[in-house]
């Protein structure tokens, strides 16, 4: 995060930059899917896309952009539509990389009583299963900073997952990289807004335009849900 104002900017100058979960994915097995290709929106993750569309048609947004995966690209349409936009694509939002994808990992399933993850297990702090936290908050600052500049003085919407988003803004919110996924506060279709003045964030924000599409337990705090033998069901290592 820089604090002056840079080359391309006025110190006077106001830019907000919505990043923006992707809505929920078809993805009936369960599987951690992570950076694999192929998971697209289910019939209710486009309702969600389509309504933070409608949320923000009547702001001044001037640039959208989105991670490859086409949940991403998928979610951000109804954004760039409304807006007679194109969907710039970002690798740099991508999802984090994780040693767990294309698995169906729980507490329950079987996975942590396998001698050979263990070794993927030991230190949650960088974390040791999959892409360095601090390698996450250079590329979606990055990201960020990018948007601003193409949206000086006006907003820009940026379609990503949940660890990023969430690393980020613990990162600018000074808090530690190294959390309890269950206590995220990113829900499906949710913004987390920067704004900036000039070139330095001064303000974020939080919303939740499709709330009300949200199973009850996928929302920020909400108990998992459990399985059949009665211990936690879900993605504690994806977003």
């Known amino acids: 995060m820089s604090d002056g104002t840079g080359a391309g900017g006025k110190s006077g100058d106001v830019t907000v930059v919505h990043l923006m979960r992707h809505g929920e994915v078809h993805n009936p097995e369960g ?4 950076r694999l290709p192929g998971y697209q929106l289910s019939e209710l993750g486009r309702r969600m896309a389509d309504r ?7 702001r001044d947004i001037v640039h959208v952009g989105a991670s490859p995966l086409e949940r991403a690209q998928e979610t ?6 409304a807006h007679g936009l194109d969907v710039a694509t970002d690798d ?9 994808q294309g698995k169906t990992f729980g507490v329950g399933d079987g996975a942590l009583r396998r001698p050979g993850n263990w070794k993927h297990l030991v230190n949650p702090f960088k ?10 908050v250079v590329r979606m600052m990055g990201a960020l900073d990018a948007a601003r500049d193409a949206a000086r003085g006006h907003e820009a919407v940026l379609v990503s997952h949940q660890l990023p988003i969430w690393i980020v803004r ?4 000074k808090r530690r990289l190294w959390h309890d996924p269950r206590k995220r506060q990113c829900t499906l279709a949710s913004l987390t807004t920067f704004t900036y003045m000039g070139d330095r964030i001064v303000s974020v924000g939080y919303s939740e335009p499709a709330r009300d599409l949200v199973p009850a337990h996928l929302l920020a705090g909400a108990k998992p849900v459990k399985g059949k033998d ?8 994806g977003a």
């Open 31 to 34: 599987v951690l899917y992570g």
């Open 52 to 58: 933070v569309g409608e949320h923000l048609a009547s």
């Open 76 to 81: 951000a349409q109804p954004i760039a539509k």
């Open 92 to 100: 740099r939002l991508l999802e984090a990389e994780n040693v767990f």
């Open 127 to 136: 974390p040791s299963w999959g892409e360095p936290y601090a390698a996450q």
């Open 170 to 173: 613990s990162h600018v919110e």
């Open 230 to 237: 009665g211990t936690p069901q879900g993605k504690a290592f």
